[in-house]
């Protein structure tokens, strides 16, 4: 089956830093790829749409200079959180979709700490 | 997309089955039923979805009315392992092209 793998599973940053998150399709291609945000006991709260080689759609309230995806590739996607501060600290999922994985696969998330 | 209504929590014997149910009596004609879930600290996992037939794999069956305002997950043989958030999700027809609004869900808690 498809297989979306992500990178790091968890880090912890200080604050002001930086952090890269990755996501990548294993065996299909990726046409388009999600991030989600889940903070503790809540939902998961899609942030932005990426499409291969175009520029992301973020949903309304999503800083799109704080959170900078890139989708250079058909089977990687990643996140940037930049100038990390600690309300930043949250569960991030990415989910990718294409050709034959049409209703979206997810990763396996990344637990930000920002301290 | 249409809005879901689920039971915050449900619990359910190992090895019985688990009848999870959902509201979605402002679908549209085109829009299919989803259901994912999620065990503690992983990214959500797709179960099953369908249009308006009931739907059967390997994980778990799908029983949709007749009106399809409503749904029902059944997980036929549950274990500890099953023990998770499940969501209903209801979605347009543009399937992967669109992201998918998660609503709070059914935290399924299987008792040993």
């Known amino acids: 089956g498809a297989v979306v793998s992500q990178h790091p599973s968890w880090v912890i940053c200080k604050s002001g830093t930086s952090v890269k998150i990755e996501c990548r399709s294993l065996?299909?291609?990726?046409?388009?790829m999600f991030w989600y945000r889940q903070f503790p006991k809540q939902s998961l709260m899609l942030m932005a749409t990426?499409?291969?080689?175009?520029?992301?759609?973020?949903e309304q309230g999503v800083e799109k200079d704080k959170f900078l995806i890139n989708h250079a590739s058909l089977t990687l996607s990643t996140l940037t959180v930049t100038s990390a501060h600690p309300e930043d600290s949250s569960f991030y999922i990415c989910?990718?979709?294409?050709?034959?994985?049409?209703?979206?696969?997810f990763g396996s998330g990344t637990r930000l700490t920002v301290v | 997309d249409a809005k879901t209504t689920q039971p915050t929590s449900m619990d359910c014997a190992e090895g019985r089955a688990a009848n999870l149910p959902c509201n979605h009596s402002?679908?549209?004609?085109?829009?299919?039923v989803y259901w994912y879930r999620q065990i503690h600290s992983q990214g959500p996992q797709y179960i099953i979805h369908g249009l308006k037939n009931n739907e059967t794999n390997e994980m778990a069956s799908l029983i949709i009315t007749e009106d399809r305002k409503s749904s029902t997950l059944i997980l036929p043989h549950a274990t500890l392992r099953d023990t998770a958030v499940y969501y209903c999700?209801?979605?347009?027809?543009?399937?992967?092209?669109?992201?998918?609004?998660f609503g709070k869900g059914t935290h399924l808690i299987i008792q040993p």
């Open positions: 989910s990718a979709s294409g050709g034959q994985v049409p209703f979206g696969t």
């Open positions: 999700i209801v979605r347009g027809s543009g399937g992967g092209a669109d992201g998918l609004t």
């Open positions: 990426s499409n291969e080689g175009s520029k992301a759609t973020y």
């Open positions: 402002t679908i549209s004609g085109n829009e299919y």
């Open positions: 065996d299909f291609q990726a046409t388009t």
